[in-house]
Structure formats: C-alpha cells, structure tokens
C-alpha cells in the first residue's frame, strides 16, 4: 500500500501526491518511509522561493509566473506557506478562490499549507511538499511564504533561487525587510513598478548591493513588473533561469546545499526529540499541570523543563 | 556573583538588565538560576506587543508610546525583535539610531534582539529579556516584533495586550493579516490615518469582527493614529488599558495564561533537548558530516536523524 503511494506519486497522480503532503503535514509515521523513497528522486525540478512583504503582490506575481511556465508546456506546483493564520483559515480559502483559474488546469498543482498545533514543524513539512512534487515530476515548484518572519525566510532559503518582492515607497521598515534580503534575494523584484517611486527604490537597492559582495559573487538582478498586467514576468522568468545557472557552476552553492541540509537535519531532530518526549498520555498531562503551574506562577518555565526532562 | 546580578536587576540597574540579557541570548548556564529567580519577581509589568505589517510605521508608534508613557513618569521597557535579519545587523543599527532620543533617558531601556546561529531560541529569549525588565521594576515594556511570520506572532501573543498596527489601503495580502489579527489582535491601530482609505479599512475590520466572537468575549477597539504627528497615542494608551483591565476579570483569561506557559515551556524543552543531543565535539561532526551526505543525496535527512537519534 506505501510502496503504491510512492509509485502513483512518481506518476504524477495529483491525489497521491495531495496524500502524500497530508502524511507529511501530519507527521505520520508513514512519513518517514515515504520521504527516504521520495528524497531519492528528488533534484530534478527548479524550486523557486517568492517572499516579501504582505501587499507586495506576491500571489499575482505567483500566478503569473505560474502560467508562463504552463504557456511553454512546464507542468507547475505552487506551496503557499501561510503560518500566520493557525485557527482562522482565511488566507487559505483566499488563496483557493484566487488560484481558482490555475487549478483547473491539469499541470498545475497548487496547495496551502499553515501551521497545525503547537509542536512546530511547517517549515519542515514546507520543504517535504516540495520534495513530494519535485519527485513527481513537476518542471517547477513554487515555494511562497505569506510571513515575512524568520520561518518564512527559512523556508524561502532552501528554493534553488529565492525571489523576493518588494515595491516603490513602502516606508521606512523597507530598511528591514533589505537587510534580509542582502542575505536571501536571488532575485530581486520591484512589483507594481507603474508606481511612483521605483527609480528611487531601484537606485536605493543598488546602492544596498554594491557595498556587499556575497560568498558567491552573484550580483541579483532586479527585475520590475507590473504582475496584474503580466508586465515583466518573462523577465523575471529568464532572471530565475540565469540565476539557476550560475549557481549551478558556483564552488559556493556546495556550501549552500549543505547549509539547507543541515537546516532540515535540525528541524527534524527538533520535531522528534520533542515528539518522543512529550509521547504518553501521562507525559501530555504532565506538561499541562506545568503549564497551569507556571501560569499561576507556583513555578518558573526552567523548572517545569527540567521536571519534564527527568 | 550570580546573586548580585539578581540583586542588581531588581534595583533596576541598566548595566544589570543588559548582561542578563546578554546571558538568556547566550543561553548560558548561568541562565536558568538567573531566570528561576527572575520569574518569581515577575508579573507587575503592562506588557505590551506590537505587530503588524513592515511599513505600517510601529517603530514610530513605539517611540511615540514610550513618550506618553515616560511623560506620566513612568520607566518604561523596549524589546524590538528583529528576527529577519540574522546576519547584517541593518535593521539593529536603524534602531538605535532611531530611539536615539528616547535612550539618553535613564527611565527608558531599549534593546534589539535578533536571531544567532540556526539552533533558534529567539522567541523564548525575547520571553525572557521581556521577564527581566518586569522583574527590574519597568512599568510598561513594550515588545515590538519586525517580521510578521509565526515566530513573531508567537512572541506578541504573550503579551498582556496584543497591539496589531495596519495602514489604510494595504492591498490584497491585508486579507492575510487580517485573518491572523483575529486571533491576536486585542487592539487594532489604524495609522498613517492621513491617507486615503481610512474609512474604508476601518469599516472591513468593523465587518470581520462582527463575524467572530473570540473566546474572551473582547470586542478589540481600533484606534485611528498619525504616529509621527503624535497623533492618537493618548487613545491608544486608553485603549491599551482597558483591554488590560477587561482581561484582568475575564475568566478565559486563565487558559490564555495558561496556553503562553505551555508554549513557553515547550519553547525552551525544544532547545534544551537539541542542545542536549548536539553537545560534544563528535556529535558536532557528525552533523557536519551527515549534512553534508545529504546535500549531496547520498542520504536523506530522515535517516541522517535516525543516525543521529541512535
């Protein structure tokens, strides 16, 4: 039964591969078998990260892209990470309406995923889905993380090329965002470029990188479009290839990959130790007495550890 | 030595407060004693937490909160967290060029917080510099987190009041955070209200509220500010205090105490049992080296966990 899970996900089959992320999501106990099978056959896709800030115009950027790609014959899967919306499911159901169009096209997989419960593990499960449609022969995955925190950027680092999206003018926190993009920008993109403001933050990000050279001395490429009138995204799409490229031939993208396998090793080992630990009923009991002890303050959070750790 | 310390940060001393923080960062082993001591003295505070989209202008409705607040003489607490950006320190420097003027006052202590290295631990951190300044008798601490992923929300919810700064007009990703204020928001801002739009977000808030009743029964107010101008802080500072007051009576205020132990608890069990499994050089190695078969695909990351489990 996993064996054939496996094999119609190596065909392709869009449930299998829907039942696939589920077991990862879940972190069932079939997970494991699945992925070691699944891992082997991953590698073949490029897998693009889009991050940035909310009203940027990620998701149109996303779809557009996303049916680029489908106009030249590329079957496409698309993972929205959305942890910020744990209980509410709102953005989730947005994205379905909005990708609406897309997912009624066969060569398109689309899928949301946020976060469940509180033992962690999104980003982990993020990164599993784009294995599972990697290996089932999808041309492209895009990866987009809706949060702009430190999960989201962790997820966005694993693509092969990391897009990040920003536009004209959005204040002064731009300054943050920038400072994490030296770090993770592959690409660079200036959405809703009809605006005003763009040369200025064109010129602003020019600046940012001329006085740092990565590790790779890649020089990202800033793009502009206008994604609700598909403007530039054939542009974008030949930055995200030109990127691939040249990584490809990088002595620093071994590097990479192996700061991105380290990262998963220790998102994994989190989620189990945590997970072996807390199993039992008793153990689940146990940290819910702590929990009401420290929220008395009968007890301190360190305490509560170490009786956990016993 | 380590009880002087404690002493010190109970009288208040800025010297004080800032190395023990500098030690819950470090997660040094003189931490936990530290914090054992620290959380019995803790509770006095109005905590605050401030997020919301970047652009939205908190840093400047932080500055102009502490103001009010130090103008009533009161001493008050910044813990800006910035977990975006682990290595450029950008964003770090941007802040304490900012909050210039407000840190030459001895009533106000000031301090970013950003990621180190890759074993995580910024939330619990954050918790912990949060507790410090409670114990060092601040009266109001406010947590202003930079990012709007899952670590940052985490870290707002455990305030005593939730603020969630938005701007009019945010475009279509407003969807996405408005779906998670709903959730954390005990107090919505609505600043920049000099621009277009006001009314319009305000009414789409007005009417996503109207569909939910939160656990606690709150209706969380939205207050309209131009924090530059100063304008609205006074309202916010009002309603600041009444959602603080309501919650204080509220009986479902118990299981959100009790959820923030719980989170807390397993925050620091993730790390400590991580650390744990990590400590000694040859372990050290071993997950050089296991990533390093990964990145290559010589093995997959579930067995290189099975390895390191053994």
Redesign the interface.
Known sequence: MKDSLVERIFTGEPNAVARAISKVEDGSSEA?DL??QV??R??RALIIGITG????????LVDKLAAFYRAKGERVGIIAV??????????IL?DRIRMQALSLDKGVFIRSMA?RG???G?ARASVEAVAILDAAGFDRVIVE?????????EIAKTADVCVVVLVPG???????????I??IGDVLVINKADRDGVLRTEKELEALFSLSVRADEWQPPIVKTVAIESKGIEELAAAIEKSREFQRNAPAS?DR??????????E???E???AQ?LSGDSTAAK??Q????????ER??????EE??K
């Open positions: 494991a992925m070691k891992f082997a991953t590698g800030a909310p009203g940027a115009g990620k998701s149109s959305d942890p910020s919306s744990p209980f509410s499911g709102g953005a947005g976060t509180n033992l962690g999104l993380t809706v949060g702009v925190g430190q999960d989201e950027i959005m204040g002064d926190d731009v300054q943050t965002l920038k400072a994490g030296m770090e071994h990959r192996k700061a991105i396998a380290r990262w998963r090793i220790l994994l080992l989190r189990r130790l945590v630990k940290l819910e702590l929990s009401a002890e420290v929220a008395s303050k301190d959070p360190y305490s509560a550890v956990l750790l």
